[in-house]
């Protein structure tokens, strides 16, 4: 069974960063494809960032050059630098894992953290 614990959101004003950190049990990072998905009241979850464990990374078009996943095997912890935030990126956000066959194909059961709350204010 796979553990997902997110920290460090919080409030900031826009134009401000934040880091949230993943840690994951067992040697998820080193095993699982991991992904960063956010989720605003009434809309569906999304996924921003992904990562396989060779290092390969997907960001969505909208947040690059802005947002930057990374993981870290022997801490086993999955990273989303979150720079340049805007009240737009408002949002819950989650670690997820799964089994997969590249960074973009996932399969099988998705393990979720409980979500941590990031506010940007104007």
């Known amino acids: 069974q796979v553990q997902l614990v997110e920290s460090g959101g919080g409030s900031v004003q826009a134009g401000g960063s934040l880091r949230l950190s993943c840690t994951a049990s067992?040697?998820?990072?080193?095993?699982?494809?991991m992904a960063w998905f956010r989720q605003d009241p009434g809309t569906q979850r999304e996924a921003i960032a992904k990562?396989?464990?060779?290092?390969?990374?997907v960001l969505a078009d909208s947040l690059k050059g802005r947002f930057f996943i990374s993981g870290d095997n022997a801490k086993n912890t999955l990273t989303l630098q979150m720079n340049s935030l805007k009240p737009e990126d408002t949002a819950m956000y989650y670690c997820?894992?799964?089994?997969?066959?590249?960074?973009?194909?996932?399969?099988?059961?998705?393990?979720w953290g409980q979500g941590i709350q990031v506010t940007v204010s104007s």
């Open positions: 990562i396989d464990p060779r290092g390969n990374t």
């Open positions: 997820a894992a799964s089994s997969c066959a590249g960074v973009g194909a996932w399969y099988g059961a998705t393990y």
């Open positions: 067992g040697n998820t990072v080193s095993t699982y494809c």
